[in-house]
Nanobody
Framework: VQLQASGGGLVQTGGSLRLSCAASGRAVTQHTIGWFRQAPGREREFVAAVSRSGLTPGYANSVKGRFTISRDNSNNTVNTVYLQMNILKPEDTALYHC?????????????????WGQGTLVTVSS
């Protein structure tokens, strides 16, 4: 599985952004896809994840009600996972990575993810 994240940028507090993760490869439909973020000087933290089917999402408490994860499985070899981010705050500023896990359901543990894409930078100005 290969992952390509995009969609980051600069936005004002209260604004919105949509990140995309293009997950490709024969086994892509067997993977849960998650989003993690890492701010300077801080550890990588879980943001959201969606199951293989796209029917079961999971969120960090810090983004519940503001972020929505979704998955387009219409192509068997390329699945796209979206992270719609609304009501953005300065503390959401970070490098956002998507990652793939063989877990059946969304998992927040970094160690459960075996494939990582490059990050896309989100900057929220106050």
């Amino acid at each position: 599985v290969q992952l390509q994240a995009s969609g980051g940028g600069l936005v004002q507090t209260g604004g919105s952004l949509r990140l995309s993760c293009a997950a490709s490869g024969r086994a892509v439909t067997q993977h849960t896809i998650g989003w993690f973020r890492q701010a300077p000087g801080r550890e990588r933290e879980f943001v959201a994840a969606v199951s293989r089917s796209g029917l079961t999402p999971g969120y960090a408490n810090s983004v519940k009600g503001r972020f929505t994860i979704s998955r387009d499985n219409s192509n068997n070899t390329v699945n796209t996972v979206y992270l719609q981010m609304n009501i953005l705050k300065p503390e959401d500023t970070a490098l956002y990575h998507c990652a793939a896990s063989l877990a059946q359901l969304p998992t927040l543990l970094v160690r459960d993810y075996s494939v990582w894409g490059q990050g896309t930078l989100v900057t929220v100005s106050s």
